[in-house]
């Protein structure tokens, strides 16, 4: 299962921008999709993620400001960012949890994306 992410760039303080992920693959079902964040010299951490019934969670430091949605049809997830602050500055992770049909359903997997940076500056 492939991800590929788009919508990252260069956006001032207060600004908003939507990223999106797509997953492609051969035969495959997706539970979770999400996104993380790594920022410089810091760990990569959970922003939201959604599941395929809809439910969500957010970090802290993002809720009121971003909203993770999805579409189950096209196998693609969304972050609206808005009120972006200097600190939301860094590469974000499409992430999934699914699994693939080989000659049956296999395990469950974790799928990344390759990031896209935000950068939030004056």
């Known amino acids: 299962v492939q991800l590929v992410e788009s919508g990252g760039g260069l956006v001032q303080p207060g600004g908003s921008l939507r990223l999106s992920c797509a997953a492609s693959?051969?035969?495959?079902?997706?539970?979770?999709m999400g996104w993380y964040r790594q920022a410089p010299g810091k760990e990569r951490e959970l922003v939201a993620d959604?599941?395929?019934?809809?439910?969500?969670n957010y970090a802290d430091s993002v809720k009121g400001r971003f909203t993770v949605s999805r579409d189950n049809a096209k196998n693609t997830v969304y972050l609206q960012m808005n009120s972006l602050k200097f600190e939301d500055t860094a590469v974000y992770y499409c992430?999934?949890?699914?699994?693939?049909?080989?000659?049956?359903?296999?395990?469950?997997?974790?799928?990344w994306g390759k990031g896209t940076l935000v950068t939030v500056s004056s």
């Open positions: 693959g051969s035969i495959f079902t997706i539970n979770v």
């Open positions: 992430y999934a949890e699914g699994k693939r049909w080989t000659t049956g359903w296999g395990p469950l997997e974790d799928y």
């Open positions: 959604i599941t395929t019934n809809g439910n969500t």
